[in-house]
Every structure is written in structure tokens, then in C-alpha cells.
């Protein structure tokens, strides 16, 4: 036996895991999982919306999905504490790691003050890209019609409202690259 439990306890994790992820299956039908997907916290679907989350990713916390749309999450990923609103779609990429913030890909209103209480128009929506490997963080929020170019960083409490290249941070409201990662 090696460390704390050895292989039993390792075979005991992935048969809990296993578990969690059939009753998730069976909670939600919109709900896809990959491969050894690991739930170490809770997920909640809301109004109809379908996920796809791949192979060997963890979701920690709470992770809530909403809206009529469609998210696929990669492979390998973190989301801890991540809730995703979605009326068209949101696509996160393989490697990424989504810490306790927003992905939104609508205004849930109209906004001219005379449309804000009739239902919402497509005007009112666009779909998110975050490519592979990029991290968000903490209390981030990322607007609809936004693309995030791989390897990049989201900084904590960043408000992401148009696309962000390749390859670089961002921060701040407005958001400002204040790196560019070379090669």
C-alpha cells in the first residue's frame, strides 16, 4: 500500500465519482458528460439549457448552467464556483480554468427604455468563445459576443466586453492588456 489508502482508496474516489456523474446523467437530460468528469461539488441546469462538459474535467463548488441555450466545455478543465447564462451558446476550450465568475452571452433585456419589460430580441444576445488554455478569474464577467484567443488570462474582477487576442492578460473595467506573452 502506498500513501494514505493506496490503490483501494483510489478505486473507492472513482467509483464515488462515477456515481455522482449516472445521477447528474439521470437529474438532467440535457446534460452530457465525458470521460472521468469529476462533480467534487454540485451542478445545477436551469431552464432547459444543454451542457456538454469533456473528457477529465472537474467542477468544484457549485457550477450553474442557465437559459435556453447550449454550453460545450473541453477537455480537461476547472470550474470552481462558474455560472453560465446562455440563449445562443457558450464554448469553452480544452485546458481552461473558469474561477468563480460569469459567462453571459445576452442582457436578459432590451435595452431602450420603452422595450425593457417586452420579451428579449436577438439584438439582446450573442455567442461566447474561449479558445484553449486561457484562465478566468475570480468575480470576472464575460459579455455576450466575446472571444477570448488562447493561452490568454482574465484577471480577477475583470469586465470582458470585446474580444481579447491571443496570448496576452487583461484587467480591469474597461479591460487593458497589460501583458503580451511571447514566444
Keep these: 500500500m502506498t500513501g494514505s489508502g493506496g490503490p483501494r482508496r483510489g478505486r473507492l474516489v472513482r467509483v464515488a465519482f462515477a456515481v455522482k456523474r449516472g445521477w447528474y446523467r439521470m437529474r438532467y437530460p440535457g446534460l452530457t458528460l465525458g470521460r472521468d468528469v469529476e462533480i467534487r461539488g ?13 473528457d477529465r474535467t472537474r467542477l468544484n463548488k457549485l457550477v ?7 454550453v460545450r466545455v473541453g477537455a480537461d478543465c476547472l470550474l470552481n464556483a462558474t455560472w ?20 453571459l452571452d445576452n442582457d436578459f ?9 417586452l ?36 484577471g ?10 491571443p496570448r496576452v492578460v487583461v484587467i480591469g473595467n474597461p479591460q487593458q492588456i497589460v501583458k503580451k506573452f511571447n514566444d
Design 42 to 54: 454540485r451542478i445545477r441546469l436551469r431552464r432547459g439549457v444543454r451542457v456538454t462538459i469533456g
Design 64 to 70: 450553474r448552467f442557465a437559459g435556453p441555450g447550449e
Design 84 to 103: 453560465i447564462g446562455t440563449w445562443t451558446s457558450v464554448t469553452v476550450g480544452d485546458r481552461c480554468l473558469l474561477s468563480d465568475c460569469e459567462l
Design 109 to 117: 433585456h432590451n435595452l431602450p427604455p420603452d422595450q425593457r419589460h
Design 119 to 154: 420579451p428579449p430580441t436577438p439584438a439582446t444576445r450573442a455567442p461566447i468563445v474561449v479558445e484553449e488554455n486561457v484562465w478566468i478569474g475570480a468575480h470576472a464577467l464575460v459579455m455576450k459576443g466575446v472571444r477570448i484567443g488562447r493561452d490568454s488570462v482574465v
Design 156 to 165: 480577477a474582477a475583470t469586465v470582458v466586453r470585446s474580444d481579447v487576442p
